[in-house]
């Protein structure tokens, strides 16, 4: 038997133990599509089942749906996507009005969560699968770690809620404890997206790691642990004909991506402005090779602080656009790193622009830096967020500010030290 046919079969085990249909494998092992949707919910038009997937964090006695995929199961072309929804993409709760979509779940549990995806995509979740983060890492440690390419430090502490976070750029082992950490690191420029894509990357690792081992030494205890770490409504037998149907997909029909959309400050809050027709008809159209992984659906983030750095884009004479800009500015720390503001006003001073004053913003919570401006300033605000090298579509009129106002958030490093190039 091969490894990759030893990965889907061991696959198909641990689905069925989930609800103790594993003694009845041998009979679902070749079941056809007509079956399949003789006895699972299904969109009858499309052949497809959606299935709602929440990750739970279950910290300091909260619980929060902090990982949020919307999964497609395509019975008749045998394909399946991936859909990332931020956990700040906002959206009508029932009930509750505007929110982020992450606050669903706290609010009404997984009933609720679906209800508002359901009216956010305007899908139908035939299922939903919740795991506890908790057992996480003992799942992890049971296939032996995984290996992943971390692209550049990922470090953050927080010293009151005993979390320490630092993994080295490049190839890493990843033990269960450390690819937890990794999956949920969001404490960079990208914020949300940025741990998206770590939690994507994860999941191809993974899926590799059954692939190229054989595990079968270790199954009691890892199936027990995922019927620990699981709760589900698709009944144990009907996971299994799904499970022994999809066990021949080639890699190719398999599509990861995010939900398309830009980040926004509304009301002193940050949220996802999520594109739900572009997700919609990224779902609804063939796979290719041309749109695996984030391709189209990232787009959006192309003009971000760290992707204009590595492009090369911000090659800009800063000191003519700062000689444009005649009006005072505020500067509002939205990271909380003391003394931040201080440093973005001298920065600015040196260019030669005024600081009308300095202070923290509502919160700490900032992904981006962006700029707010009264509607008669437009003009000099576009070309403040020229200079700090920001994407036009942080730069945005707001009826409560008298003057241009930059809050800075957790990109401030590369901002910063694009201010400063253009001082030397």
Not at 8 to 35: C, H, Q
Not at 103 to 112: K, S, V
Request: hydrophobic share 40%.
């Amino acid at each position: 038997m091969t490894k990759l046919k030893l990965a889907l079969l061991i696959m198909a085990m641990v689905v069925a133990t989930v609800g103790g249909a594993y003694v009845r494998l041998y009979g679902y092992f070749s079941p056809k599509v007509e079956s399949i949707k003789e006895s699972v919910q299904h969109d009858e038009k499309t052949g497809k089942i959606n299935i709602c997937i929440v990750g739970k964090d279950n910290t300091e006695d909260s619980h929060r749906a902090d990982t949020i995929l919307f999964t497609t199961l395509d019975l008749d072309n045998k394909t399946v996507q991936v859909l990332s929804i931020p956990r700040d993409t906002r959206v009508q709760i029932p009930g509750r009005g505007w929110d982020k979509i992450n606050h669903a779940y706290p609010y009404g549990g997984i009933e609720l969560l679906n209800r508002t995806l359901i009216n956010y995509l305007g899908m139908p979740i035939h299922y939903y699968i919740e795991l506890d983060y908790s057992s996480f890492p003992k799942i992890v440690d049971l296939l032996g770690g995984v290996d992943i390419y971390v692209e550049k430090r990922l470090k953050y502490v927080d010293k009151a809620g005993g979390l320490y976070i630092d993994i080295p750029q490049g190839l890493q082992h990843m033990d269960g404890e450390t690819a937890l950490k990794f999956v949920r690191f969001r404490h960079d420029a990208l914020g949300d997206i940025g741990r998206i894509k770590r939690q994507q990357q994860f999941m191809k690792a993974l899926l590799q790691k059954i692939a190229n081992q054989a595990v079968s030494t270790k199954m009691p205890t890892f199936l027990k642990e995922i019927l620990q770490a699981l709760q589900t409504d698709l009944p144990a037998e009907e996971a299994l004909k799904l499970a022994m149907y999809f066990r021949d997909m080639p890699p190719q029909n398999i599509r990861f991506f995010t939900l398309p959309g830009k980040p926004a400050v509304l009301s002193g809050v940050s949220y996802w402005l999520g594109d739900v027709n572009r997700a919609l008809a990224m779902l609804s159209a063939p796979i290719n090779e041309e749109e695996q992984e984030d391709g189209n659906a990232m787009k959006d983030m192309a003009t971000s602080p760290e992707k204009l750095i590595e492009e090369g884009k911000e090659q800009i004479d800063r000191n003519t656009i700062a000689r444009n800009i005649t009006c005072r500015v505020a500067v509002l720390n939205g990271d909380g790193t003391a003394g931040l503001a201080n440093q973005f006003a001298a920065a600015l001073q040196r260019y030669g622009i005024d600081i009308a004053y300095k202070s923290n913003a509502r919160h700490f919570d900032y992904h981006y830096t962006s700029i707010l401006y009264p509607r008669n300033l437009e003009r000099e605000s576009k070309m403040l967020g020229q200079l700090l090298g920001i994407s036009d579509a942080l730069v945005k009129p707001s009826d409560s500010t008298t003057t241009p106002t930059i809050i800075i958030g957790h990109d401030y490093k590369s901002i910063l030290a694009r201010l400063e190039s253009g001082l030397r």
